[in-house]
T-cell receptor
């Protein structure tokens, strides 16, 4: 079975902190994604990557950056966390094109 | 970008009832998935169904790509079916997945 693992289920950070959210997949998938989910706004794509060191902006990249140094790991970085980044963050991966995407368990981030 | 709309937005069912959830999309898609988000927030894969019909136990799904819609059928609903159901589609070359607005289902005993 495909496994996508996010490093934390719950995180509490202070405004202005640099925050790293880590995601690891074990199926050698080329594509990896970061989404955030907010009540009333649904799931929105932040960034995605289709290969090591490659990244593409999604619909809401402002305030975020990403890193993909190894194929299995995709990191989401909040350079200076703000309260409006309090949200549920979901990582996903998929293989090639036109294939099924699999999600991690999610990280609930609270910025205080 | 592609628009994905789901209906109904909310649904309350008595345990044992059947239901149909609908997903409409605005453009051609390369694939389509149905997910169930459990109370802890995890998205569980239900179906990968860019076209045709699939069944898995009490759940089945049909996608008519030429008419740009997909249906998820839940039969003999159980309280464990409660949660939010999402339709998600991708188009273009990089597998960018766009989610629908979701249907929140509550099954009451």
């Amino acid at each position: 079975d495909v496994k996508v693992t996010q490093s934390s289920r719950y995180l509490v950070k202070r405004t202005g902190e640099k925050v790293f959210l880590e995601c690891v997949q074990d199926m050698d998938h080329e594509n990896m994604f970061w989404y955030r989910q907010d009540p009333g706004l649904g799931l929105r794509l932040i960034y995605f990557s289709y290969d090591v060191k490659m990244k593409e902006k999604g619909d809401i990249p402002e305030g975020y950056s990403v890193s993909r140094e190894k194929k299995e790991r995709f990191s989401l970085i909040l350079e200076s966390a703000s309260t409006n980044q309090t949200s549920m963050y979901l990582c996903a991966s998929s293989h090639g094109t036109n294939t099924e995407a699999f999600f991690g368990q999610g990280t609930r981030l609270t910025v205080v | 970008g592609i628009q994905v709309e789901q209906s109904p937005p909310d649904l309350i069912l008595q345990e044992g009832a059947n239901s149909t959830l609908r997903c409409n999309f605005s453009d051609s898609v390369n694939n389509l998935q149905w997910f169930h988000q459990n109370p802890w927030g995890q998205l569980i894969n239900l179906f990968y169904i860019p076209s045709g019909t699939k069944q898995n136990g009490r759940l089945s799904a049909t996608t008519v790509a030429t008419e740009r819609y997909s249906l998820l059928y839940i039969s003999s609903s159980q309280t464990t079916d409660s949660g939010v159901y999402f339709c998600a589609v991708s188009s273009g070359g990089y597998q960018k997945v766009t989610f629908g607005t979701g249907t929140k289902l509550q099954v009451i005993p």
